[in-house]
């Protein structure tokens, strides 16, 4: 459209697929999909922890039990 071709960006959850429109509307989600007038962008929110994954120091071993 217009708008993209002059700059701007559509924000949508690549869960649900709706736009969000507001930095408050993206709440939990961790995926989105950025549209560009040339194509979208798939991204993850940088401060989103790994799948997967707990925290842990460096060296220590989780426990198994």
Do not use: K, M, N, W
Request: aromatic letters at 4%; charged letters at 30%; hydrophobic letters at 35%.
């Amino acid at each position: 459209t217009r708008v993209l071709e002059r700059g701007y960006a559509i924000v949508r959850s690549r869960t649900s697929g709706h736009v969000l429109p507001r930095l408050a509307a993206v709440g939990t989600e961790i995926e989105l999909d950025l549209v560009f007038a040339d194509g979208e962008l798939p991204v993850r929110r940088a401060d989103a922890r790994p799948r997967g994954r707990t925290s842990r120091a460096p060296g220590e071993q989780g426990s198994l039990l």
